[in-house]
């Protein structure tokens, strides 16, 4: 299978703690985006990478969520000092980088339990 | 900012009743829309999309939408449902072109339960 991939699937931490998460794009798709989903809500937009760039970051949350994609290829997303809010499904997706309209594949998600 | 509205949060039919969910959108400029769906225990999937040119568009699994700008609607139809159609179903915008064009705004989903 050759779609989006994210590691780890689950994850459980405590209070205060901090937490990274990776994603694999599609190969060779240029563009990369992380969503939130909180219970009962649909995918909240959060960044979004062209290559290694990251042009929009104003959507996190707050200056605990940090978001690199080094190399242009896989991306982490990071979580300081996590809080019980900070519990959702964390969601990447990719898109090719070369259309003006695309498509956004989704992975399976990170799902983040802070206790 | 754009937002989505996803009329009907939780849709119980019985098997080959048809189906619509509605979806409006509110934004004043041109959008591409979609439909995404989340099968029990699987991640999002594309089910359709609108950029341009014909408003009626079909998707997998015998799915179609119909794009009606003067209503800022993009509903879901499905003459026949199956069991296997049990899903979470999800509209999604996005702006074409200018700031934000990256970002989808989704709606908070409509739940699907077909029964046997």
Same mark, same amino acid.
């Given at each position: 299978?050759?779609?989006?991939?994210?590691?780890?699937?689950?994850?459980?931490?405590?209070?205060?703690?901090?937490?990274?998460?990776?994603?694999? *794009?599609?190969?060779?798709?240029?563009?990369?985006?992380?969503?939130?989903?909180?219970?009962?809500?649909? *995918?909240?937009?959060?960044?979004?990478?062209?290559?290694?760039?990251? /042009?929009?970051?104003?959507?996190? /949350?707050?200056?605990?969520?940090?978001?690199?994609?080094?190399?242009?290829?896989?991306?982490?997303?990071?979580?300081?000092?996590?809080?019980?809010?900070?519990?959702?499904?964390?969601?990447?997706?990719?898109? *090719?980088?070369?259309?003006?309209?695309?498509?956004?594949?989704?992975? *399976?998600?990170?799902?983040?339990?802070? /206790? | 900012?754009?937002?989505?509205?996803?009329?009907?949060?939780?849709?119980?039919?019985?098997?080959?009743?048809?189906?619509?969910?509605?979806?409006?959108?509110?934004?004043?400029?041109?959008?591409?829309?979609?439909?995404?769906?989340?099968?029990?225990?699987?991640?999002?999937?594309?089910?359709?999309?609108?950029?341009?040119?014909?408003?009626?568009?079909?998707?997998?699994?015998?799915?179609?939408?119909?794009?009606?700008?003067?209503?800022?609607?993009?509903?879901?139809?499905?003459?026949?449902?199956?069991?296997?159609?049990?899903?979470?179903?999800?509209?999604?915008?996005?702006?074409?072109?200018?700031?934000?064009?990256?970002?989808?705004?989704?709606?908070?989903?409509?739940?699907?339960?077909?029964?046997?």
């Amino acid at each position: 299978d050759t779609g989006v991939s994210q590691d780890p699937r689950h994850k459980i931490t405590k209070r205060g703690q901090n937490v990274t998460f990776r994603c694999d *794009p599609i190969s060779e798709h240029n563009r990369l985006y992380w969503y939130r989903q909180t219970l009962g809500q649909g *995918p909240e937009f959060l960044t979004y990478f062209q290559n290694e760039a990251q /042009l929009e970051k104003s959507r996190l /949350l707050s200056d605990r969520f940090s978001a690199e994609r080094p190399k242009g290829s896989f991306s982490t997303l990071e979580i300081q000092r996590t809080e019980q809010g900070d519990s959702a499904m964390y969601l990447c997706a990719s898109s *090719p980088g070369t259309q003006y309209q695309e498509t956004q594949y989704f992975g *399976p998600g990170t799902r983040l339990l802070v /206790l | 900012a754009q937002s989505v509205s996803q009329h009907n949060h939780h849709v119980i039919l019985s098997e080959a009743a048809s189906l619509e969910l509605g979806c409006n959108y509110s934004y004043g400029g041109t959008v591409n829309l979609f439909w995404y769906v989340q099968y029990p225990g699987q991640h999002l999937q594309l089910l359709l999309k609108y950029f341009s040119g014909d408003p009626l568009v079909k998707g997998i699994k015998g799915f179609e939408a119909e794009f009606i700008k003067s209503k800022f609607s993009f509903n879901l139809r499905k003459p026949s449902v199956q069991w296997s159609d049990t899903a979470e179903y999800f509209c999604a915008v996005n702006p074409r072109g200018g700031a934000g064009s990256y970002q989808l705004t989704f709606g908070k989903g409509t739940k699907l339960s077909v029964i046997p």
